[in-house]
């Protein structure tokens, strides 16, 4: 038996185990690859709300990361969750040296801001250079390109103006599109629609988390990346329909999901 497949997520905690890093971490298992996972940022959330938010500093942050490094690095990683213009600044001046998902989580699920405002023009900045893949949904897209992002065109538009800002690939997610959920993969100078019939339930917490690691657990295992992609897809549209149910308020995904 050879060595295993490594994948590291750098992202915020969730308590509840259904977004950030926990969620994370049970997506790449469930892929066979071997996670590692960094803390940013420690909040205090249910399915219910968030109601407090701990950003680390931006020396311990780039201290796991480096620990990671050294020893055991990755065949892919992702970068969720970062909280703060230190820690983008800290994250982007590390090599990596492996394909990079990163995931702009800008506000969870709840609405709580998890990114400082001036956060996200050291991002724009200093990190969509970095990106093997982007993955932000409608309203972060948005909130990077400046532009209004609410149908596939426009969706098309964004995608082609973070690629000039820097990202080798982006994919924009449609999850709260109306009607059907398209996801649109800008990749190579080609666009890549990925339809799915929308699932009608409030379970639906970590599914963005839930996307981009199972897209880095496909890199990790030297996928091409439209495949990673589409196989993440899957994996996240069966998580959703097969939701376990769980919590008062919008729930985790499955991921025990067989896809």
Known sequence: MGAPFVALTVAGSDPSGGAGLQADLKTFHQFGVYG?????????????????????????????IEAVLEDIP??????????????????????????????PVMISKHRTPLMA?????????????????????LEEAAALTGIA????????????MLCGLGAQSVLVKGGHLEGEAIDILLYEGEFLELPAERISTPHTHGTGC??????????????????????????????IRTNPGLGGGSGPVNFLASW
Do not use: W
């Open 149 to 160: 992002v609410s149908n596939p065109a426009q969706m098309r538009d964004a995608a082609e």
């Open 74 to 103: 990755p065949h892919a990683a992702k970068l969720g969750a970062l909280g703060s213009e230190a820690i983008i600044e800290a994250v982007a001046s590390l090599n990596f040296a492996c394909p990079l998902v990163i995931d």
């Open 117 to 137: 405002n001036d956060a996200v023009a050291a991002f724009r900045r200093l990190l969509l250079r970095k990106a093997t893949l982007l993955t932000p949904n």
């Open 36 to 64: 590692e996972a960094v803390v940013t940022l420690i909040t205090v959330q249910n399915t219910l709300k968030v109601s407090r938010v701990e950003v680390l500093g931006a020396d311990l942050v780039a201290a796991q």
């Open 210 to 239: 839930t996307y981009s690691a199972a897209i880095t657990a496909g890199l990790a295992k030297g996928l091409p990346l439209p495949e990673a992609v589409r196989q993440a897809k899957r994996f996240v549209h069966a998580a």
